[in-house]
């Protein structure tokens, strides 16, 4: 690929499996990874470099993470491999900005506790039977976010985050951003990258980058990786 010049280029990565509890939203649990995820978080870190070598590109030295311990967890893994490989020090600021949506006051109870919740409020008429998919249902309780609404959180983030400064060759510097699966697929639709209808169709390998990009007309594009196509039957994740 001829590189050309841009704004800025993100690999976005969705945090390896960790111990996740049963029937239970995955959204703020605080769980470390499983070994399964440690082995994903180092194979990821081989594709990025992999990615890297291809695309004549180089990893900025600070890798951005969720402060969810599972995506922290992914970015210093990745960090150690990344570091090994190219004899360069990474470094890794947490952010809660990266967040997964947040259930609020529902947070880590199952999906039928929830349901119970909302049953005997009085103030909800019903609880949607997607509304654990469905991109605008926002909980009816504190702090609850709807999945658009995280996404518009990471959205901003990502198009925060300064442009490379002297990145070696200029243009060619990617910059890492470990989150949380739906977060990331939502984010990337507001960015442009998706369009609406893709993002129910599509899931994220554990670890693995789907490298985006903003050109100079400010339009941002995927460059690289693959999205995961989920499967009828296989539930929503983050």
Request: aromatic share 6%.
């Amino acid at each position: 690929m001829t590189d050309e010049p841009t704004i800025r280029r993100v690999a976005l990565i969705r945090h390896a499996d960790y111990h996740q509890q049963i029937d239970t939203p995955s959204a703020l649990q605080p769980f470390p990874l499983t070994r399964r995820g440690e082995r994903q978080a180092r194979e990821g870190a081989e594709e990025v470099l992999a990615l890297c070598q291809a695309h004549g590109w180089q990893p900025a030295s600070t890798v951005h993470a969720s402060s969810l311990l599972r995506a922290w967890q992914t970015a210093q893994v990745m960090n150690e491999v990344m570091g090994d490989r190219t004899e360069r020090e990474f470094s890794l600021m947490a952010h809660d900005a990266l967040w997964e949506r947040s259930l609020g006051s529902a947070a880590n109870l199952t999906t039928a506790q929830i349901a119970e919740a909302v049953r005997h409020d009085p103030r909800v008429d019903f609880l949607p039977a997607d509304w654990k998919s469905n991109s605008h249902f926002r909980l009816p309780l504190p702090g609850a976010e709807s999945l658009m609404q995280a996404g518009q959180r990471v959205a901003g983030f990502i198009a925060s985050l300064p442009a490379p400064t002297s990145p070696p060759p200029s243009g060619a510097s990617l910059t890492l951003v470990v989150g949380h699966g739906a977060a990331l697929r939502h984010a990337a639709h507001l960015l442009g990258v998706l369009d609406f209808d893709q993002i129910a169709g599509l899931s994220m390998h554990h670890a693995r980058p789907v490298v985006i990009e903003e050109t100079p007309s400010g339009a941002w594009r995927h460059v690289a990786g693959e999205w995961k196509v989920r499967q009828r039957h296989e539930p929503a994740q983050d």
